[in-house]
C-alpha cells in the first residue's frame, strides 16, 4: 500500500489526531470529513482529514 494513499483525521474541536484511513488522492480531490467519536472530547465531533 502506497503511503500516498495515507491519510489522517482529526478532529475539528482539539485537533486531536483519532483516526487514519486511506483513499485514492488521484479519484477523490476533496477533503473527507467523518463523524467519529473523539476520546478527548468524549463525544462524537467532526473530523476532518489532514496532511
Ligand atoms: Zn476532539
Known sequence: MSQDN???FECSE???LGYRSFKNKKKLKERLELK???KR???HKLH???K
Request: proline residues 0%; aromatic residues 6%.
Open 6 to 8: 495515507l491519510i489522517k
Open 14 to 16: 482539539c485537533k486531536m
Open 36 to 38: 467519529k467519536f473523539c
Open 41 to 43: 472530547c468524549k463525544t
Open 48 to 50: 476532518k482529514e489532514t
